[in-house]
């Protein structure tokens, strides 16, 4: 962990400063954070050259790179300019076998039918196992964002396979994380988070999870559109004549 866990790039020298500083100040002085922008900058020899075991990430939104200057095997067959699929794509090629990742993306990512949208969640439900779309209110962001977003799970798997990776996904709605979602963010009771870890290790159902197997995703245009799946119930209601 000291010596050569922790590993993290950003294009903004303010950003690279206070991700160093942090780090020292929890006796992580050698991590390794650099000015680096991985979309259109290679780390020498063929790509993707590194593999990681793990990558968290909450990649920029929205935003557009010179198509130019961006790595032309990052953007192979995607074709794309948008940073919420190049860096997706980017840490899709960078996890090593067994490699497991936690992404957050905006919800676009999920249903965009886009060629290079559709195209990325077919590579994520083939050659990865992608295990759970966690769904996070708007205003979880704030009050810097209010974009709706959420956390994708996946993982590569330990070696090559000619089949879809991903067998089924499993789904959770989260409504309140703890904090109201105003700019404010203050404390509240309302808490979906510790439902979700109680129920992630059996990927159980619940009124706000559920599992979509790989064939109805298939059927869907690979949309990952939570509320495309979620199952719904009717309750018959007798009222007085």
Avoid at 73 to 86: F, I, M, P, S
Avoid at 97 to 103: E, F, H, L, Y
Avoid at 186 to 197: F, G, H, K, R, S
């Amino acid at each position: 962990l000291e010596e050569q866990a922790f590993t993290g790039y950003d294009n903004d020298a303010n950003m690279v400063k206070i991700a160093i500083l942090n780090l020292y100040l929890h006796q992580l002085e050698r991590a390794r954070i650099e000015h680096f922008n991985p979309l259109t900058t290679g780390f020498g020899g063929a790509y993707p050259g590194v593999l990681f075991d793990i990558i968290f990430a909450n990649p920029p939104f929205s935003g557009k790179v010179q198509e130019e200057s961006i790595l032309a095997d990052l953007n192979y067959k995607l074709n794309t300019r948008a940073t919420e699929l190049l860096f997706l794509k980017w840490i899709i090629d960078h996890l090593g076998p067994s490699g497991r990742a936690g992404v957050i993306v905006p919800n676009g990512v999920l249903f965009g039918s886009t060629n290079a949208a559709t195209g990325l969640r077919q590579l994520l439900l083939t050659e990865c196992d992608l295990q759970a779309v966690i769904s996070l209110p708007s205003g979880v962001f704030k009050p810097y964002a209010g974009v709706a977003t959420a956390a994708l799970i996946f993982s590569r798997p330990s070696t090559p396979i000619p089949q879809p990776s991903t067998k089924s996904v499993w789904f959770y709605d989260i409504t309140a994380d703890g904090f109201s979602l105003d700019d404010k963010r203050t404390p509240i009771e309302a808490n979906d988070i510790p439902d979700v870890l109680a129920k992630w290790p059996n990927r159980e159902e619940g009124p706000n999870s559920y599992r979509v197997p790989i064939e109805k995703i298939r059927e869907n245009d690979w949309s990952l559109a939570a509320g495309r799946y979620k199952p719904v119930t009717t309750e018959a209601v007798s009222h007085d004549a």
